[in-house]
């Protein structure tokens, strides 16, 4: 017989044990209605006198992934989560958690406060608040040092790292490490606490060691390395905290926590944690993906080389194609050095390693080994024919129900599409580069592409552990349509007045790890460069148009590769290219520019401004399906800042009526590029957020 306490906890008694099982699907997030049920089943288990010992325990794949994050910015509904710590901690009877699956957060400072912990196999653990923008706020930065010290707590508070069992176990966050389902171990476990084999005692009663040094020397290296993020700060400060009684030291981890659920910080992070979960609520959700268990990669460039690897780490087999020999050891070699990377990086074993490149690679001169294959993916040259060509082959070699795939960054997949006698059978996979690592996957969806398509198009990307992003057709789909309109604003800031660098040390200093024209010279110049010479003939003659990198381009400097783009490179690190501000000089003085100085801030607003316009005309256009795909398109494919959400997400945070008055300022210098968008202009007489169309 089981007693339901809240819609999401249920409590039995077997044989003087109390079990409290907590069921909140899919991952037993500390719901109100969790903290209410689970507050009650230890209250009640305790005034039972039959009851001699209490289990805590999750159905399902979690014991407790943590505070209910949808509950974050909202009020605060009692139980709090340390409140229900602090019943659990304070029970007269012994209470042992049973912790599996992701048990993260709150859910470990349930754990915590409970008298002991038994981890099963596959046990996921840590403290990842930072990474949300907050702080363990329900006693893990004061029992977390009771239990595992005051070190050990800073890392994991600091760093957000998930930890397994073993770990977990060195660690002393838990006692011992059991086999079986939760509910068979609770009953077992709770009877060894009665029988004294299996160690209790209160948490928040056990010392804490001092440790000043570690305080400072964390507190300093933080200082230095995340600057820019505001609740890693206040771990340390709160993990100070512990030195004090409990319940001082409680308090003041609650003021601290407040303070970060207040940071926009914790809005923008936040955002992004969803960001990466909305984009699979797509119209195809329901569609059957087909099976793929070999596919075909056609280039061995960089792309194609790189989307191998990924197939290759993602336990795919793998048949990739190059026009000759050289090309396909070229490819091969840069695929051994991917692999390489991930094992030096701990990814990958050796071993994994080397039966990859001998069982699951092969590698061809002829298309025709693809006959078999269940999905192509072609990454050569940006050449419309060149692909067509491709295509017409691969329409009269690869079996029925193949998908065929192209990893075109602009191009119009319809016309690709077109040339087949199979258009549903035709989607776009564009990766970004190094495509083994980038997490984001644009999945361009075409006129005629079938709606299973576009699920294995989906289905891929999530074995591959990429970050997917319905995308419609269109030049530069969702990402780079909004780079190369933004991009120009950089141009128009160098001829107005700044150097490349100012430019970038402004962009980074809003918390890109790369300014733009470092990201140019990394990428390639040349690359940038065929795109102006394919849109030449279709460019406005109201467009105004910088020379600037054309001029570096004709010079043949395309950046690193080329030892010299905007920077050199080479000494020490790279130095602003002397030759590139004498042709700025020289172009400024061509077209008669009045030189004048921007701020930073000048420079962020108007490269933001310009970002967030061209986003709201994706948007528009039904490019991208929400906002939030757009944020998780800059987020995981363009180095956007986490903790400021991506660029929707940015535009609700200034507002639609301040991006509006600050387009229609800057359009006093240029009608043509600065445009209000029409959305984005009733936006702002209607007070409507971005968030809303999510
Ligand atoms: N709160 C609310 N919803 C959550 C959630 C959470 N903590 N975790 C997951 N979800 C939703 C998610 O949005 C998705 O919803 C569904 O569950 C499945 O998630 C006081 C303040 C647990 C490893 O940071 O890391 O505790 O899209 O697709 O791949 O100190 O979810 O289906 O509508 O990710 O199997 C700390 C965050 C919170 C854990 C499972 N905890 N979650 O991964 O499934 S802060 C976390 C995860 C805190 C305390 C502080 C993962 C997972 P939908 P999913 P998954």
Not at 54 to 83: H, M, N, Q, S, W
Not at 254 to 270: D, N, T, V
Request: aromatic letters at 6%.
């Amino acid at each position: 017989m089981s007693t339901q306490t809240s819609d999401t906890v249920s409590y039995s008694v077997e044989e003087g044990i109390g079990l409290i099982a907590l069921n909140h699907p899919p991952v037993n997030a500390a719901s109100q209605d969790l903290r209410v049920g689970l507050a009650a089943a230890v209250r009640g288990l305790e005034a039972e006198a039959g009851v001699a010992a209490i289990a805590i325990y999750g159905e399902g794949g979690a014991f407790i992934a943590g505070a209910d994050i949808r509950e974050f910015g909202k009020p605060v509904v009692a139980p709090t989560l340390p409140d229900v710590c602090l019943v659990i901690e304070g029970c007269c009877k012994p209470v042992v958690a049973v912790m599996h699956g992701p048990t993260l957060g709150g859910g470990l400072e349930v754990a915590i406060s409970a008298h002991a912990r038994v981890a099963l196999p596959g046990l996921q653990t840590g403290f990842p608040e930072v990474t949300l923008g907050v702080l363990p706020g329900a006693g893990g930065t004061q029992r977390g040092p009771r239990l595992i010290g005051i070190s050990a707590t800073l890392d994991l508070a600091t760093t957000g790292r998930r930890i397994g069992a073993e770990e977990a176990l060195a660690l002393g966050l838990v006692d011992r490490i059991a086999e079986g389902e939760p509910r068979q171990v609770a009953i077992t476990v709770a009877r060894e606490a009665l029988a004294g084999t299996l160690k209790t005692r209160a948490t928040g009663d056990l010392p804490v060691t001092p440790d000043q040094a570690v305080l400072d020397d964390m507190a300093a290296k933080l200082a230095r390395t995340q600057g820019h993020l505001f609740s890693p700060h206040k771990v340390v400060e709160a993990v100070a905290g512990s030195m004090l009684p409990l319940i001082g030291g409680l308090a003041q981890e609650r003021a601290l926590f407040a303070e970060c659920i207040e940071s926009p910080q914790r809005a923008g992070l936040i955002h992004a944690f969803f960001a990466e979960r909305a984009v699979l609520k797509i119209p195809e959700k329901g569609a059957t993906a087909r099976t793929v268990q070999a596919i075909g990669v056609i280039g061995g460039g960089t792309m194609g080389s790189g989307i191998a690897t990924a197939a290759l780490l993602a336990g795919l087999r793998v048949t990739m194609a190059e026009r000759d020999s050289d090309a396909l050891d070229r490819g091969r070699a840069t695929i051994e050095k991917n692999l390489e990377g991930a094992v030096k990086r701990g990814k990958l074993s050796a071993q994994k390693r080397d039966t990859m490149l001998a069982q699951a690679l092969v590698t061809t001169t002829d298309l025709g080994d693809f006959a078999q294959a269940d999905l192509v993916i072609e990454a050569v040259f940006e050449d419309m024919e060149v692909k067509r060509d491709i295509f017409r082959q691969l329409d009269g070699i690869c079996k029925p129900g193949a998908v065929l795939a192209t990893n075109t960054s602009y191009l119009d997949v319809n016309e690709i599409a077109a040339v087949t006698g199979r258009p549903g059978d035709v989607i776009g996979l564009h990766f970004f580069s190094p495509a083994h690592i980038m997490r984001l996957l644009e999945v361009v969806v075409a006129d005629a592409t079938a709606p299973e398509v576009v699920a294995t198009g989906f289905a891929l990307g999530k074995r591959l552990r990429k970050v997917c992003v319905r995308a419609g057709v269109c030049d530069g789909f969702i990402g780079n349509r909004v780079l190369s309109h933004y991009r120009k604003v950089t141009d128009y800031l160098v001829m107005d007045g700044c150097s490349p660098a100012q430019v970038d040390r402004a962009i980074k200093g809003f918390g890109f790890a790369m300014g733009p024209f470092s990201v140019l010279d990394l990428a390639g110049l040349d690359i940038g460069w065929v795109t102006r010479k394919r849109l030449a003939p279709t460019r406005s003659p109201d467009e105004r148009y910088v020379e600037v990198a054309d001029r570096i381009c004709e010079a043949g400097w395309f950046g690193r590769k080329t030892g010299r783009g905007y920077y050199l490179y080479g000494g020490d690190g790279p130095v602003e290219n002397p030759d590139v501000l004498a042709i700025i000089e020289e172009e400024r003085a061509k077209t008669g520019v009045e030189v004048r100085a921007f701020s930073d801030e000048d420079i962020v607003e108007r490269y933001m401004t310009a970002m967030v316009s061209e986003a709201v005309r994706v948007l528009a256009d039904g490019i991208a399906l929400r906002p939030i795909d757009i944020d998780a398109v800059f987020l995981f494919g363009y180095g956007f800042p986490r903790h400021r959400g991506g660029p929707m997400h940015y535009a609700d945070c200034v507002g639609a009526a301040a991006l509006v008055a600050r387009i229609e300022r800057y359009a006093g210098e240029d009608a043509f590029y600065w445009q209000v968008p029409p959305m984005l202009r009733q936006m702002a007489e209607t007070g409507g957020r971005f968030a809303d169309l999510n």
